[in-house]
């Protein structure tokens, strides 16, 4: 056996020797065609092979390929990839062309692909190198900015929070108006399953973005109406990356970085804090130290001598850790792409932490020329330790209303924190509570493609997305919750939801002037979600957290539900000559969510585009034009997404005095049905000097019909609403996006600027108007946008004795509260939103940054009623309330204070802030070190860099951020989508900085 193997060795070490023997070098240079500059970081490898090198700072090469030769792949961002035959030369110098076909890239559209130059609907790409390297924990937040027509807003600053997206406006009043999302063609859950509050947990952060090759957004009904009953709100489309034939390639990165609050507010210091609530109660006719009303009535020492920075310790400095790798390769019959990662954050506020860890396998294989199968497989698990909801009191950021004369810690008390505070001191939480929520999830596909005919192939894929989360809290004796021996939570969810896409696709060229692109199909969809929870009080010590050790199981709960849909679709797209461009899309959906009479939908499109750039009339006149297409589109999309069984009549169990009952709870209504958005679109696209600049114009029309909507019923009826279809809404508006490459040889510079305009309506409102809450000011109502602020409009003060006046009946000043008019306000739309990047490269370095706008909207901070009402009660106040009225002449918009006088204390416009800001929102600087000091540590590629997030924000508005919306009325869609721009106790997002590196080897 030895003897044998010794043999396989030599004979194994001959083969190596001969064939590097029959190696030979090449050499060379690569340039820019126009200027002739060297060109570094192009990617040259030989076909067919795994062997690959980089041209350095100089655009020198070096390889060697076999004696017999072979072809060179020279590729490069921004050029023309160019494949060079060696021959017997030892020297291949070349020139690469800056790419003027940007616009003829392939991309993603619903169940297919399609050259970019043939799209007739209108769609935006993000490429996910873009997003990649970005330390957020959702790959949403790296969207923003970036895409026209879609507005991103992240809400707070807490880990994992579900981000709001609208794309073209909000299309629904009790839908959701969130887009449908869909990974690698099979639609994914998207919904929160969170139960330990109405904040919602974002799904989406389960999703790696270093997995992403792209993320295309469908937004008008052209590109999304293949998706049919679902698509109202756009299709966002994120392809994760596969395995390309080739030398195999190992990518590895790492980042490390710090977060702090991006702004923190000012609040009263000790001597301040006094002196106002000394005038306050001396106002009031109150005596300073009446035991009842002055401070000794609230265990406040005015002589204390403290002076706590309460709002600062809410706050932390957080950090931020990935590690991620990439194996990436294959041949012309297998190929496969394998990743992980690892992401760990500790949050700006405290307690606050979020861990990631992700792999996923695509496998692509050609049995036989005609028949190719594949997969993907990914698994995650998340662990977010939650910060407790806006509107709880032991939110940290609510520790700004407790006085600057009390002291935070106290060292006699068991937990090391002052328990004997005006509210409730939740920094003992730090250490006698949890709140987890961990996701185990599974994303998985299989696909089998198999071509019948020349030209007609037969795709069909099963697809899964199982998601698993397990909730669990613990608030110990010490907590204000958890007194007097613990109070535990667990809860566990599981969504399964499983997807069957059957499709027959056709393409064929009709002689030279007709092309013809064709898809039929068959999918199916079922969900089912499950949830189990029980709750138990009564631990021996805080140490036993598991139910099973708590003496009194208090409650219990498991419930069940779910939905499936059906549909059929068809699309055509037809080409003549290359420049005429018509495409027809239809879908029919059934739904289990509709009425028996309403559960099927047809939603059909139209489009049509025309490419005059190839026109003799175009090209004679104006040869700088490098492209110039008009498209116009019209179609229909529905929304689905209201409760699963939102038609039907429902029963409960009435368990009383071990006595079990039914009784009904919600009325039928077999006529509901989609609501449908009608949408026209128009689009001129262009490029310009061989495409050095480019963009896209975009004016649509959509008008959605049938709303759904949960309308009020009188209580003595028994049921307190009913699901129906009323009303009508309509979004309008402006997108417009520009890129321009402003140098193009060995300095780059491109810049990309966007911009949206977007017009909201209700037009008809067959009900009275509704309201998120009497504490804000969102407001429904006929001829209004969506969410428009309501309420009574506050004037200032009456400079002769410091009332607060409002608006009245006849617009004269009135200081009479209740008489005041309610009056339109405000609008938490904006007038416009965007973004504005550069990229910049120079002999291995690069730099981009990027802004991001929104202007024009006002934003309603709902806790000014109690941190900014001039010493109303005893919590502590923004610094603003020194400029109070204090004597007659006094020009201010501060009321006189006056201890729990309501001295302009009543919800009005009085805390309505201009929330237009602009934002730094990334800047990266990076190094790709040079080839040839690689080679010696065998590394093909090496870049570091250094990046920010969240660096600068210019804005008017004076609370914690201006990119707000407070997440605690999200236990509905309806208030999700009313309670529009609102501020409650929200904390601000981080301002981030890495470091990281990323080597290829």
Do not use: C
């Not at 049509?608 to 490098?626: H, R, T, Y």
């Not at 900014?868 to 918009?893: A, C, E, F, H």
């Amino acid at each position: 056996m030895r003897k044998t193997l010794l043999l396989l060795v030599g004979i194994l070490a001959v083969l190596v020797q001969a064939a590097m023997a029959q190696d030979r070098r090449v050499t060379g240079k690569v340039t820019n065609a126009e200027d002739g500059t060297a060109v570094p970081g192009v990617n040259i490898q030989l076909k067919g092979t795994n062997r690959g090198t980089q041209s350095d700072a100089s655009g020198n090469y070096t390889i060697n390929v076999p004696s017999a030769g072979g072809t060179l792949i020279f590729s490069f961002i921004g050029a023309v990839t160019q494949e060079v035959s060696i021959g017997n030369r030892t020297t291949v110098d070349v020139k690469l062309a800056n790419d003027t076909r940007s616009l003829n890239e392939v991309v993603v559209v619903g169940y297919g692909t399609q050259q970019r130059r043939d799209l007739t609907g209108s769609q935006v790409t993000i490429k996910g190198d873009e997003i990649a390297r970005l330390p957020v924990t959702t790959f949403e937040t790296a969207l923003q900015g970036r895409t026209p027509g879609v507005q991103i807003t992240q809400g707070s600053g807490k880990l994992g929070a579900a981000l709001q997206i609208r794309v073209r406006g909000a299309a629904s009043i009790s839908a959701s108006n969130e887009p449908l999302y869909v990974l690698d063609g099979i639609p994914i859950t998207s919904q929160d399953l969170n139960t330990t509050d109405n904040e919602k947990i974002s799904p989406l952060s389960d999703i790696d973005p270093n997995d992403i090759e792209s993320i295309e957004i469908l937004k008008d009904a052209s590109a999304a109406a293949i998706y049919g009953s679902r698509a109202s709100n756009g299709v966002v489309l994120i392809t994760t990356k596969r395995g390309k034939a080739g030398r195999t390639n190992v990518q590895v990165g790492y980042y490390t970085g710090f977060s702090k609050p991006t702004r923190l507010r000012q609040f009263l210091n000790g001597p301040e804090y006094v002196e106002l609530f000394s005038e306050a109660i001396t106002n009031a006719g109150i005596e300073l130290d009446d035991p009842g009303d002055g401070f000794p009535g609230y265990g406040l020492d005015p002589n204390s001598g403290v002076n706590s920075n309460w709002a600062d310790a809410a706050f932390q400095q957080g950090s931020v850790n990935q590690a991620n790798f990439n194996i990436n390769g294959g041949n012309e019959k297998t190929r496969f792409n394998l990743a992980g990662s690892t992401n760990q954050q500790v949050g700006i506020i405290i307690n606050n932490k979020f861990n990631r860890n992700n792999i996923r396998l695509n496998l692509d294989h050609n049995i036989t020329n005609k028949f190719s199968i594949g997969t993907s497989l990914a698994f995650a698990r998340t662990n977010n330790r939650k910060v407790p909801g806006d509107n709880a009191f032991s939110n940290p950021v609510q520790l700004n209303a407790l006085p600057p004369i009390q002291p935070i810690f106290d060292a006699n008390d068991p937990t090391g924190y002052n328990r004997q505070t005006l509210y409730y001191n939740n920094l003992v939480e730090s250490n006698n509570a949890n709140n987890y929520a961990r996701t185990y999830r599974t994303f998985g596909s299989l696909f089998g493609s198999y071509q019948l005919l020349p030209g007609l192939t037969f795709r069909s894929e099963y697809g899964f997305d199982i998601l698993n989360l397990q909730e669990e809290t613990y608030q110990g004796r010490l907590t204000e919750d958890g007194a007097p021996n613990g109070e535990g939570y667990q809860a566990q969810t599981r969504s399964n939801n499983w997807t069957t896409n059957n499709t027959l696709s056709y393409s064929k060229n009709f002689g030279a002037e007709h092309s013809l692109d064709a898809l039929a199909g068959l999918t199916y969809q079922e969900q089912t979600v499950s949830a189990v929870s029980a709750t138990a009080r009564n631990f021996p010590t805080d140490q036993f957290q598991k139910l099973a050790s708590a003496s009194q199981k208090t409650d219990a709960n498991s419930t069940e539900t779910g939905y499936s849909i059906v549909s059929y679709l068809a699309r055509v797209n037809y080409k003549f000559r290359d420049r005429y461009l018509f495409g027809l899309t239809g879908r029919i959906d059934g739904s289990s969510r509709f009425g028996v009479d309403n559960r099927y939908g047809i939603f059909p499109s139209v489009s049509v585009g025309w490419i005059l750039s190839d026109e003799d009339f175009i090209k004679n006149a104006v040869p700088a034009v490098s492209l110039l297409k008009l498209r116009a589109s019209y179609g229909v999309t529905g929304n689905s997404e209201i409760d699963n069984f939102a038609s039907r009549g429902l029963y409960s169990a009435i368990p009383y005095a071990e006595q079990v009952g039914i009784r009904p709870t919600q009325v039928a209504n077999t006529e509901l049905r989609w609501e449908r958005s009608k949408q026209l679109d128009l689009g001129l696209e262009f490029g310009v000097l061989n495409n050095r600049i480019n963009g896209q114009i975009d004016v649509y029309d959509k008008t959605t019909e049938d709303l759904l909507l949960n309308v009020p019923q009188p209580a003595t009826n028994g049921f307190t609403s009913i699901a129906k279809n009323i009303g009508s809404l309509r979004n309008r508006g402006l997108e417009f996006s520009i890129t321009t490459q402003n140098f193009v040889n060995a300095f780059r510079w491109s810049t990309n600027f966007n911009i949206a305009f977007n017009r909201n309506r209700i037009t008809k409102l067959n009900v009275a108007p509704i309201r998120a809450s009497s504490r804000f000011l969102s407001y429904v109502t006929e001829g209004q946008p969506l969410a428009i602020f309501y309420g009574k409009k506050y004037l200032g003060v009456d400079p002769q004795n410091g009332n607060a006046l409002y608006e009245g009946v006849n617009g004269e000043p009135t200081a009479d509260y209740a008489s005041a008019p309610e009056l339109f306000v405000g609008n938490p739309n904006p007038d416009f939103t965007g973004g504005l990047s550069n990229n910049f490269s120079y002999k291995g370095f690069d730099l981009s940054f990027l802004f991001q706008f929104v202007y024009g909207n006002d934003i309603y901070n709902t806790a000014g009623v109690f941190q900014s009402v001039n010493g109303d009660y005893y919590d502590n106040q923004t610094r603003d309330q020194l400029r109070r009225w204090q004597k007659p002449g006094d020009i201010t918009d501060v009321p006189k204070a006056i201890l729990y006088g309501g001295n302009g204390t009543g919800v009005s416009s009085r805390w309505v802030q201009d929330g237009s800001f602009l934002r730094l929102k990334t800047a990266s600087l990076g190094y790709n070190i040079p080839s040839q000091l690689l080679r010696k540590v065998f590394v093909q590629s090496a870049r570091v860099y250094v990046t920010g997030l969240n660096l600068l924000t210019f804005t008017k508005y004076d609370g914690y951020d201006p990119e707000v919306n407070t997440g605690y009325l999200g236990a509905t869609n309806q208030l999700t989508n009313i309670a529009l721009g609102h501020d409650f106790y929200t904390p601000p997002q981080a301002r981030t900085i890495t470091v990281g590196v990323n080597l290829g080897f």
